[in-house]
């Protein structure tokens, strides 16, 4: 059983955990179930204090990067070839872009941990702010190419 401490220091991780998702979750006002769908999963699991808060990040970002390969596909096969061209350039900087910022959040979640970069939080943040990172890209996409 955990000490009193150790109790409250997992309830107020788990209580900012869920504000900083439903802040992210209420942020992208379009309609997409499928993120909708997959924002909801991710909820559930961290609700459930039975479930490993690390791995429902882990799972959520699987999920979402292959809601993004899906998102690309589908964008991509309604466009003519030289805007195929164009949108595979923007998707080629923008993993450049992504790769950049995965390396800037394990430097900061290492600093705002004092250092500590093994440990479950650690893994459990960087996992879910590279998440949140694809599932902009998907919204952008999805508004840059939605047909009005």
């Known amino acids: ?6 109790m409250r ?6 209580s900012l ?3 900083l998702f439903l802040i992210s979750f209420h942020s992208y006002s379009q309609e997409n179930k499928a993120i909708q769908k997959l924002d909801t999963e991710l909820q559930k699991c961290l609700d459930d204090t039975q479930n490993n808060m690390l791995n429902c990040t882990q799972v959520y970002y699987t999920k979402i990067d292959e809601q993004l390969n899906i998102t690309y596909k589908k ?5 003519s070839k030289p805007e195929q061209e164009k949108l595979k350039t923007q998707q080629l900087a923008w ?3 992504r790769d950049q910022y995965f390396k800037k959040v394990k430097a900061e979640t290492t600093k705002e941990l004092d250092g500590e970069n093994e440990s479950q939080d650690y893994r459990m943040i960087c996992s879910h702010k590279n998440a ?3 599932r902009d890209r998907i919204i952008e996409l999805e508004k840059t190419y939605s047909k009005n």
């Open 75 to 79: 964008i991509r096969t309604n466009l």
């Open 132 to 134: 949140l990172f694809v």
């Open 9 to 14: 220091k997992y309830s107020n991780k788990t």
């Open 1 to 6: 059983m955990q000490s009193i401490p150790a």
């Open 17 to 19: 955990f869920s504000i």
């Open 95 to 97: 993993l450049k872009k």
